[in-house]
Each structure stands twice: as C-alpha cells, then as structure tokens.
C-alpha cells in the first residue's frame, strides 16, 4: 500500500521546525550547514519527496492538470490523442481535476510555456509526453520541484514518475512473429539514433533476432522520418537487392512507414504479406482496412490514461506510489500483411 | 466595426442604477414590472447582449475556455481534433487564456458537466461542437446566459454565434466533379436524417444533381452509422443492381464509408476509379495512401479553431461580433479514385 510520509516528520526527525524544513526546501532561507544536512538527511531516510513541498506550499489549489502535445504533421494522425485524453479527463474529473491544455512551442518557448503556467499558479501538476533523452522540461520541473508524470521515459539516470509502452516487448513480438512465420531476412524501418522510443524498439528487433540466431545485419536497418515517403524509399532500396538477398519481411517502427513499404511493394508488382510481409506499430484506425490488412502493435491508450492520471493525482496528495515508473504491454494485432505467406 | 454596448449606457436609458439593472437582468432581485420592463425595454434598445452581464458580473476571471468532445468509435479516428485543439490553444494563449477540457457524457450527464463548470466558476466559457438539432447545451448556455460559441450549426431558428464548415458546399463540389466526369448515376452514403450536419450535406448533393438536370432516386441513397462497415455492405446491395441501372460513381459522407464502398467494389472484381468512382470527406491523413487515393473534401481545421477562439474571446470581451454565424468552405481534393475513369 501507498504511504504518506509527512513535512511534519521530517521536521520532528531533523529537529528543526516544519517552516525551517519547508523554507530550507524551497530554498527560500539560510541555514547552517549542519541544520541542511540533518534536514536532507530526514528527507531521504523517510522517503520524502521534495515535489510534496511545493504542493503544500502553494496557497491555492488550481485543481488543473496542464497538458501539451506535439502536434502530427500534416499527413500523419495522432491515433491515441482522442482516447488519450478522454481517458485523462475522465479519470481527473473524478477526484474534481480538469485538464489545462495549452499548445506545443518549440526550443526555449516551451520551457517558457511551462514557467508561465507554474508562475502564474494556473495548474498543480503537469503531464509530459513526447519525452526524450535529456528532456529540458524534466530538468525544470525536478528544479522547480514542481509535481509531474510522463508518459514516456528519457535517460535511465533520470528518476521521476511515468508510464511508458514497452516499445521493446512491442517490437519483440512483431519480430517474432515474423521469425516463427519462417522469415530469417528480417529489415526494420526504423527512427534516427537519436529517438528514445526508437532506441527501445529497436533492443526488441535486435533482440528476437539475437534469440532466434539471426545475425543483424547493417544493411536491413533504415532509419528516417516516420513517415509515408522514407517507408516508400527504403522498401524501393530494399526491392532493388537480388532476391536471395533481399529482406523477405519489414518491420516498421510505425504504420506510416509501414504503408510506405507496403505501396513500393506492391508497385514492383510484388504482394505484400505472400512475396513480402510487413508489420506496422500503432493500429492507426484506417490500418485495418488497407489491402491487405495490416499487421500491428496496438497500445493500451485508455489504460496509460487512467495510470498516468491516478498517479499523478496520487503525487498532489502526496502519496508515495508504489511504483512510480510503469510499463505497460502493448498488443500484437495479426492481420494479413504478414499472415498471406503462411496461408 | 464592433461597437461595445455597456450595462451603464442600459442602466442610463431606463433611468435605474447600474446595480439594479445588472440584478433584474441575473434575476438576484425583484422589482416593479413597470422597472423590470423599462429595464428590457432599454436592453432591446440598445442591443445589449445577455451575456455581457455574465461576464461583468462575475467577480473572477478565469481565463479558462471550456471545452469536451465527442469521442471516435474505436475504429474510427478524429481527424481533425489534434489541429482544432492545439488550434484553440493557441489563440486562446495570445489572450491570457487557455483551454479546460473536460470528458464527454451522455444523456442528462452531459448537461450536468456544464452546470457544474459554470457554478464552481471555472470558465469564462465554452465551446461546443458535434452539435445537433434541439441541442440541450444551446437551451442551456442561453438560459444561464452563459458565453459560448459554436462549431458547428443547430437549428436555424435557433439564434447563437457559430463557425461551422458549409458541407453542402463541399457535398456539392464532390457531386458536381462527378457529373464533369460524366456521372449520371451517383449514389450516397449518407447519415441517417436526424443528423444536422448529414441534412446540410445531404442538400449539396441534391443541388448539384438537379443542377445537373438528374432526378435523385431513392435507391441511390443508403443512410447509416457512418462507419467502414455501412459503405461496405450499402456498396456490395448496389454491386448486385444490373450494371445499366447501378450507380456508376459513389459520393460518401465521410472518408470511413468511402473507404469501405472501395473495398466492396475490388473484392467483387471491380476497379474503383475507372469502374466505378468513389469520393470521401474530411481527407483522413491515410485516404491519400489508399489504392487508389482517395478524393474527397478537407476542412480548413487551423483556420476553424482560430475563428471560434477569436470570436468566443471578443464575446468575453463584451464585443459585438460583426458575423457571429460564419461558414467556411471547404475544399474538394482530386484523386485517382474518381479520375481514373477520366483518364
């Protein structure tokens, strides 16, 4: 069960009074030396998390969840955005929440988007998403020990609260599928070294294909855009290799791409899911009904929502979670653009 | 230009105290029915809006706008609500506000969400979409003289500001490309009549075949939920009409019946496009990725959120709106699977 570890104890464990350790916290006093130490070392021994302070020390609660997006390109869809926030909103209405959402800047102006809301006492916690490595907006929360969750993960060094898919087990399992289909020249449509959620995907290809003792090779990597166009692109190099040679199946780090492949094979006269099988990730809606359908990786979208929401919720009323960092399973959807071969 | 009529100027022409109009028009105190008349005598006179006296007397800004949506079928998306929110949003920002979203409901549920943001006075007012005849949130804001604005129409005696795309416009561009490609028979899928939106889009259709000088037959016209399986099974009934009398091109309501007519029309051997044509609406990030790629109508969505949240702020502003009832036009994007016949 979740605990609540109070300012109060601190206070009693440092033996200094509850302003003295609220005030050294939010870095609003001097004290000696000494009287810091005591008191962080009370912080640490009972668990006390710092974003507890701000929580306590603002005047009024604003009962608002402030959430931003990145918004998708013009000829992409964000697929889990509708449900994404349905499931948010529900779940914060019930303890008496609300969502803020306000819009995506980019560089110093989303930062900037953040500081205004927490400076002007507009929300009382935030949700990130589209987290990646050495995300700014982490280090300014965790600076501003400002409450938040993500749905998302960013350097493992980094410790703070969030719910992620397990973009690994995702792409495991599409990998292997193919394997067990009988596929051993496996290519992956993949994103830029620098992706977080591509370097995830990425350890579960190269993992299923490690397990079955398949060797990787160089070539059979692409890594691009996420879009239509480079899926097209790179099937188009891959279509041009000797038969022998050529990947036999594609997974794609997303359905866009995987449409990509799908139309550059079937220009080359091939048939997706009989000559070539794809696999997507995310179950885009429209997925379902290509010729052939595609084979994909669904996320649990309502689920993250509700988790993201009850422990964010759960962090405002300062309790400690159970487990502040949750992955969860996505699911392998089978359908026939990679099933036509073993038909 | 917008002229500002203010409670002051209402109160100086009934010859009352500002106090007194402002509680005869919330209803927070009685008078005589001479006074009361004189003061909506005054209010007529004038022009002043109701809602003005909302907003003044409010004794706290929220800076928030309210807004909930309904959610897509599971295997449906909602093209348009990533750019229509992070549309808003960013309006809304430039003017110190921002968006509280908050989940949809059903039945008397839904109303009650409003209510209650309104009592706890957490937004200076809403936007409503998916609005429909007899829409209980427009009998509701009115009575509470609350602001807000609509995308989206209801019923034409029913007087409140709105922006809302003209689908019969768009409905009639798909009909009329159709007939310059030499359609004569053009069936639709359509909504069932209930449907607000589906009668406007219904009577572009019309227009453009009488137009054109072609009766519409009943049989032409399938009615239904607006999803993948209703184009489906509506197509195959026509596939089976002698091919003299079945329609040669399909108009549909929205991409998700366009798309499954298409796959009605290739799984009975035929080729749509240069057998029989196919449009959408709404342009759905994928449709441009189909086999063939699908025509169909786009909806200006950035433009759409700007101009309610424009329009919904200058009300909050106490503005008079030039145009509070705007309709925007779509456009029609041709693709193969109308034009291969052409070609």
Tied chains: 1, 2.
Aim: with cysteine; glycine share 6%; hydrophobic share 40%.
């Amino acid at each position: 069960m979740a605990m609540r570890v109070t300012l109060k104890e601190v206070a009693k464990l440092a033996g200094v009074s509850y302003q003295t350790v609220s005030k050294v916290l939010n870095k609003s006093t001097q004290v000696s030396k000494e009287t810091e130490l005591r008191i962080m070392e009370a912080v640490r021994m009972l668990g006390y998390r710092p974003n507890q302070i701000a929580r306590n020390m603002r005047t009024q609660r604003t009962n608002m969840v402030g959430y931003s997006w990145e918004p998708s390109s013009p000829d992409q869809v964000n697929t889990i955005l509708d449900q994404f926030l349905q499931s948010m909103a529900q779940a914060a209405e019930q303890a008496g929440y609300h969502l803020l959402c306000f819009p995506h800047h980019s560089g110093d102006e989303m930062l900037a988007a953040y500081t205004d809301l927490i400076d002007t006492n507009r929300v009382d916690g935030f949700v990130i998403s589209s987290v990646d490595y050495d995300d700014p907006r982490v280090a300014l929360l965790q600076e501003r020990q400002f409450p938040f969750i993500a749905f998302g993960r960013s350097n493992p060094e980094l410790h703070f609260p969030y719910v992620d898919v397990d973009g690994a087990a995702g792409m495991y399992m599409a990998t292997e599928h193919l394997i067990n289909l009988g596929h051993r020249r496996i290519a992956a449509l993949a994103w830029p070294q620098a992706s977080r959620v591509g370097q995830n995907r990425m350890d579960g290809y190269l993992k299923a294909l490690r397990t079955a003792g398949i060797e990787p090779k160089e070539g059979w990597i692409a890594r691009g855009d996420g879009n239509y166009a480079f899926g097209f692109q790179a099937a188009q190099t891959w279509l041009k290799m000797p038969v022998a040679e050529r990947p036999s199946a594609i997974v794609a780090f997303n359905d866009a791409m995987a449409v990509g492949a799908m139309r550059a094979i079937q220009l080359s006269g091939l048939q997706v899911g009989r000559d070539i099988a794809v696999t997507g990730f995310d179950d885009a809606p429209m997925v379902q009904y290509l010729s052939p359908p595609l084979t994909t990786i669904r996320q649990p979208t309502w689920d993250i929502g509700q988790r993201v929401m009850s422990s964010l919720l759960a962090i405002l009323d300062g309790t400690l979670l159970d487990d502040p960092q949750v992955l969860v399973e996505p699911q392998l959807i089978i359908r026939q653009s990679s099933t036509l071969t073993a038909g």
